[in-house]
């Protein structure tokens, strides 16, 4: 798809480089015109997915029901007890045939004023707040794995500072692993994709005199 959309993309510039030539017209209007049918010539369109829609992304599905800003919640504890939690909700399934270990990398905050972690890339490139716990609401326990085949829900935290505006609503992004070849070892495996990464953009309920799970 990448491939085929790039070689589109030079054919589309070719034309463009001609039509100017051609008829005499401005080149960034063709530009404009013609990079509309591919969504843009530099950047293509944001997978957008609406909140309580499950996604399959790979070895895990993951439904985000919701965001909350809290105050400090057992057993999460705040480095500077004014600051609030933000705090992302979401129900967990891991499809692969093993345990998952390292959870952080299925639901992931985009970079968001005020989150008191700096923003991080990924092996893929991609930038986000790694989240400050993990924590399963079932027992209320914090946790880094989950078993196969166990769907369960999980309240991802990020610490939040007070002295910032209060954002409306957060964007996460879906963590997608795609089940091919390493290049490095040559067994098969779970390999990051960013291409196929989700956004799902959460409206942030305040929840400071509730609990992070709370409706």
Known sequence: MAESTGIAREAVGQLVQLSAQKWGIGLSVLLVAISGLFGGLDTAPERATAVNAAIDAGPWKVTITGARLTRELRPMHLMEEKNYFIVVLATVEIKADRTWKFLGETVQLAPTKGIVAKPTKSLSGDTFHRNDGI?????????????????????????????????????????????????????????????????????????????????
């Open 135 to 215: 924590v399963l609401l079932r027992d209320v326990t914090k946790i880094d794995q989950l078993n196969p085949g166990m769907p369960e829900k999980l309240a991802y935290f990020w610490e939040f500072d007070s002295t910032v505006p209060i954002p409306s609503e957060v964007k996460v992004y879906i963590g997608f692993r795609k089940f091919r070849e390493d290049s490095l070892s040559g067994h098969m495996s779970w390999m990051e994709h960013s291409e196929l990464n989700k956004a799902v953009v959460v409206p942030l309920v305040d929840r400071r005199d509730a609990t992070a799970g709370s409706s």
